[in-house]
């Protein structure tokens, strides 16, 4: 099963990822929104990052207490299932599930054909 991948030594943090995964996923640039995370600060003058994205570990399916997440080639959340309960926010280890007008969000890496990758100027992110 192929997964994202982030290289912080060629990431410039121009947050293009979190764009367009807004833009694809919920029509509108608005980062917040977005399934990726990568956050970058500055520490005594030096870039930092805290990337977070699913690594597909699977601990939120298996919370889910209806069954609504299925995990195969990639996350599928199933929206009329899904009963926004968080239970799956709270098992996940990098806190990227989002719960959102009750229900759960959760990267699906665009069915397996991530944009985030594909938009990278520097190629800081890779889905092997």
């Known amino acids: ?12 943090g121009c947050q293009l990822c979190a764009q367009v995964c807004s833009a694809m ?4 640039y608005v980062p917040s929104k ?12 030096n870039l ?13 399916a298996k919370a889910c207490p209806v069954d609504a997440i299925k995990i195969g080639e990639y996350i599928e959340v199933d929206m009329d299932q899904c009963i ?29 054909d991530p944009m985030c990758v594909k938009t990278c100027p520097q190629n800081a992110l890779t889905f092997e």
């Open 1 to 12: 099963m192929k997964r994202l991948k982030f290289k912080k030594e060629t990431c410039i």
């Open 48 to 60: 930092k990052y805290h990337d977070n994205y699913c690594i597909l570990c699977g601990l939120c």
């Open 84 to 112: 926004g309960c968080g239970a799956c926010a709270e098992k996940c280890p990098k806190k990227v599930v989002r719960i959102r007008d009750e229900k759960a969000y959760i990267c699906d890496t665009c069915k397996g």
């Open 34 to 45: 977005a399934r990726i995370f990568i956050e970058t600060c500055y520490d005594d003058g």
């Open 25 to 28: 996923k919920e029509g509108e």
